[in-house]
């Protein structure tokens, strides 16, 4: 599988040398949200996602129960982005020494706990030690799968579709980061996160779905993940985008606002490439059933990497979307 | 599984809640060394470990392809404590800024894949972040296992054995933290741990090994994870604990040697309770194998805790081993 471009990236692919080949048993290896362990007909698909102080949250913004859902959330979503259905969870957990014996280990594992209830997985192990700082919870979701949606099932003319509304988390950052409070909306979507596992289901269960993955990078980039790994380009209509309500109000305009919803990379939506005309006439039963929007946002196309297609200016080649080492570096 | 005293287990028990049902296809859950799911004749065995600068290693001490090595080992150990085969690594990594241009990732990179390598696993995905710091890994180790080899089969009367020699790592740790260069042996002992995957599967075939763990929190504390999980008391015999070559140097006697040797949790050798009588024919054999000593330290009997016989003041309650919030707190 080929991967996006970018600095995190270039680690990874250090990381992975030139040898593709897969261990006997493991299905799905480096590139995707999933490995994914040959299992009968129920393979297990295995995921780690880690959570930094200062990086992923801060202690100002969330309480520890908030801290633990959205760790979880976080990792719990990878499986929704292959379809698998969560079944365990292990935590590894750096507590700095203040917090070793106060009620911060209390609330993160209720808020582990509970995020894992929430799609149905439990704890069933995992590792803690004191560190000088900062807090750190790594979590590894675990998760059985018929048949894993990866990202690189897209093909030319497919439609690019996502989940819910997008930029309400990074809204609820960008508040904060100048001193604000964000709106209850905004901070919930930051918060706690809902990993979208049934929607990622239900989108299987269509048969007319050949990529998927889940927005852990902002729209940009991971559309542009798809498309990379697909082999093809997307094309985003900014027009369609489904930007959350109020974020306009925060970024104090509608092109800052798009931006916003294209790039934040802490709206744990879904996106898919589907057949073409195939999610449109299901897209009520979508909504009814989630109580969530599902929005054609663009296209796969021949060529490569991201293009928004504003409403004036004609394409505007996109660099990606958030970048946890662009963010430090800068 | 009942799990054994002190701050951490408080943590994980905590984590845990009430809850010990285990999700369905989940074989082994909570208190043990791996997570087990179901595969057919061959389940998986998944964990995870975290290693954090300046808790588990310091920059000073390793080079960067050391602590790769090292972070992958440890993890890789707690699979050679089930008896399971390794397959696979997931690769969790928080690189402060500086290191994300630098050779960091690409040392880290190459000790995490010639550990894994130099027991069959390979890596096949992960996580890769910048964070302020501190240098943080999670490794999550995958492995096949037929019949997962628990701490809890321990039977009163089996005997305590434990693999090559204790409390060279310990040794190396002490000698930098005051400010020496350890000597190589005790160095390599720190910064290369090999994971006993080999000696486990031997020790498994035998037919006649009740419980196994390995030595990640020292021989006290992890004889004491044994005995507790299996409802019984761990009796040492100080004079036989094999301590490495050197250690007496460095602690300034005997007497502090062994207590090295007992409570230093760097070894990642194994520890097994055996039917009496099983092992002690298979020992050459053992060494033969393997080059390395295996060695009858104590006994399993009725009670509950660990006690060391000493040669002249009779037996001694331990407190068990290495314990991160202990070291950090007091």
Redesign the interface.
Known sequence: MRLGPG??FD??R????D?TE?????LV????D??V????D?P?A?????S?E???FRRDWLASHEIGWRSAAVALSDLAAVAAEP??L??????P?ED??AST??GL?RG??EAGTSV???????????????L?L?L?A?G?VRRPLLRDGGCVGDELWVTGFLGGAGAAVATWERGGEPSAAHRQAFARPEPRVKEAQWLFGTGRVHALIDLSDGLAGDAGHIATASGCRALLSGSRVPVADGVEDVTGGAAAALRLALSAGDDYELCVAAEPGALGPLREEFQERFHLPLTRVGRLEDGEGVTLEGDESGPIPLEGGFN??E???R
Chains 1, 2 share one sequence.
Do not use: N
Not at 22 to 26: H, I, K, S
Not at 37 to 40: A, D, Q
Not at 46 to 50: A, G, K, P, Q, S
Not at 90 to 95: E, G, N, P, W
């Open positions: 600095a995190e680690v990874i250090s990381m992975l040398g040898d897969l261990p006997a048993g493991v290896g480096p590139g995707d999933c490995a362990l040959e299992s009968g129920s297990w295995v995921t780690v996602d880690m930094i200062g990086v992923h079944v365990a292990l935590v590894s957990l750096a507590l020494p070793a014996r280990g209390p594992q582990i706990a149905g997985a439990r704890i069933v192990g995992g590792d803690v030690t004191t560190a000088p700082g900062p750190t790594d590894v675990i059985r946890h080492f963010r430090q570096l």
